[in-house]
């Protein structure tokens, strides 16, 4: 899966910009006049409006067709930041807000067209599991869904389904906001008792980044080890790497091929903003992130069985691949799958700055000692506070910029404590140095812990995990 959130990717420039928005429109017209299928028109349409809103916000005016971008003036308010209006650019290689609040995910639910995670299925997935709900959906950390009701419809009539997710692993080195989606899944695999299938794009990564397949698919094994230090079950939990995997397995290899004849050129160049200089594996590769969807992708674990419901919590920015799997599915035969969206983790400079594993200050890593940590958060952490204290006693903290404030609402398990939190540094009764110090005392046990857990991940675990395997589930 490409891993926007951790920002390794950078910006296009507004160049690059400009000429993707020509060729996006150049695309259009020709889809129009050769009455192409109105799906096809509609997410090319929908491609060229993103690139369009992508522009603005890094220029601080409207796309024109006869007008090439200039270099900002220094100085010059038209840059980054400029007006209210200026809209987030999210896809599966670049996140990119103007706002120090981060992306305004409203505005993305009604984009991407998914619905939001609301107090109502919240309360319906505390019946069905007879427990209170995790922390990320009590406090809409992931926050908006396709089709979970009816993933809840099937459970409360006993029939099966099962989880999906993935990681790119471009880099041996991974960071907390690497492990959202795992802490989550992890949770719902516990709570919903069903197996797992987790998904390394090693051939992804070897496609975008200048790796070597050895070296990709190197980070896929050392990353897997972090991946199983989050506690997974054995049992019940299949990690695959792309490389491996799809040599291994007929039935993984069919749907891919099967997805890949039922999705044209101009869809994937509409959807995901390929052009006509991009490598035909990247252009094939959507395909391979889709085929775990559907779960006779893995016989060795549902048998031939074509039916069983798949649920997919990822990153928002992953939704384009399963909007593209969604409009595929019934077209081969299959179930859609339903999904989860997370909101992006933010970099400790500020939700409007990009984690970069090559910046070890963006962010926390799994690695990071306890005195790194501490240092990180007290000289990296971006904060709400005000200049003088003074001033943050007579005005109060922002917890909505506050990055120390931002990652206790992912980690800190009590809600009340958050809440007094909250309030005593919105109040001024809190200082930036204190809330600081709170991160850290939640930071350091949790990442030591982590390592701990890691250490003993031989690898004899690993290859037990990536061995294709019945998993302790009846599919009969």
């Known amino acids: 899966m490409a891993d926007v959130p951790n920002g ?46 992508s522009y603005k916000a890094a220029m601080g005016e409207d796309y024109k067709a006869d007008c090439p971008p200039r270099n900002p003036a220094p100085g010059n308010d038209s840059g980054l930041g400029a007006t209210e209006a200026e809209e987030d650019f999210v896809d599966p ?12 995910y409203d505005k993305l639910i009604v984009r991407f067209g998914s619905s939001k995670i609301d107090k109502e299925l919240v309360n319906r997935i505390e019946r069905a599991i007879g427990q209170k709900p995790h922390r990320f959906l ?68 070897y496609l975008w980044k200048d790796l070597t397949l050895d070296q990709a698919y190197g980070y896929a094994v050392e990353n897997a080890k972090d991946i199983i230090a989050c506690g997974f079950d054995i049992n019940k939990t299949f990690i695959f790497s792309d490389l491996d ?6 039935g993984f290899y069919k749907n891919v091929v099967k997805i890949q004849k039922h999705v044209t050129f101009n869809q994937v160049k509409g959807i995901f903003g390929f052009t006509d200089s991009d490598s035909i594996g990247k252009i094939s590769f959507p395909a391979i992130q889709a085929a775990p969807s559907f779960s006779n992708s893995f016989p060795q674990i549902f048998g031939d069985k074509t039916d069983v419901q798949c649920l997919i919590p990822c990153a928002i920015d992953q939704d384009p691949y399963f909007r593209m799997t969604r409009d595929v599915a019934p077209r081969i035969g299959y179930p859609k799958p339903a999904l989860l969206h997370s909101t992006f983790f933010p970099a400790l400079q500020g939700a409007q700055t990009k984690m970069s594993a090559s910046d070890p200050n963006s962010s926390i890593f799994l690695t990071d000692t306890a005195k790194q940590i501490k240092t990180k958060v007290n000289k990296h952490a971006f904060s709400g506070g005000r200049d003088t204290v003074e001033e943050h006693r007579e005005f109060g903290g922002n917890c909505d910029v506050d990055v120390s404030f931002m990652y206790l609402t ?42 701990a857990r890691r250490k003993e991940v031989t690898d004899e675990i690993v290859k037990e995990f990536m061995t294709p395997r019945k998993l302790s589930y009846d599919f009969q």
């Open 245 to 250: 995997y799809m040599g291994a397995s007929p």
């Open 410 to 451: 992912f980690f800190l398990e009590d809600d009340d404590r958050l809440e007094q939190i909250r309030k005593d540094y919105t109040s001024g009764a809190m200082l930036t140095g204190e809330l600081k110090k709170i991160l850290i005392e939640v930071l350091q046990p949790l990442i030591a812990e982590h390592q």
């Open 138 to 205: 009590r406090r809409g950390i992931f926050f908006s869904h396709r089709d979970m009701n009816q993933i809840l419809d099937a459970y409360e009539n006993k029939k099966p389904f099962y989880l999906y997710t993935g990681r790119g692993p471009s880099s041996e080195a991974m960071h907390v906001g690497h492990l959202i989606p795992f802490i989550f899944t992890k949770w719902l695999q516990d709570v919903f008792n069903v197996p797992l299938v987790i998904q390394m794009t090693d051939d992804e990564k």
């Open 8 to 53: 390794e990717q950078g910006c296009a420039s507004p160049l690059e910009l400009f000429n993707r928005i020509a060729a996006q429109g150049e695309l259009v017209r020709s889809l129009k006049a050769g009455k192409a299928p109105q799906d096809e028109i509609d997410s090319a349409v929908q491609m060229l409006l993103s690139l369009k809103m």
């Open 93 to 104: 290689w670049t996140v990119q807000t103007s706002s120090a609040k981060g992306i305004d």
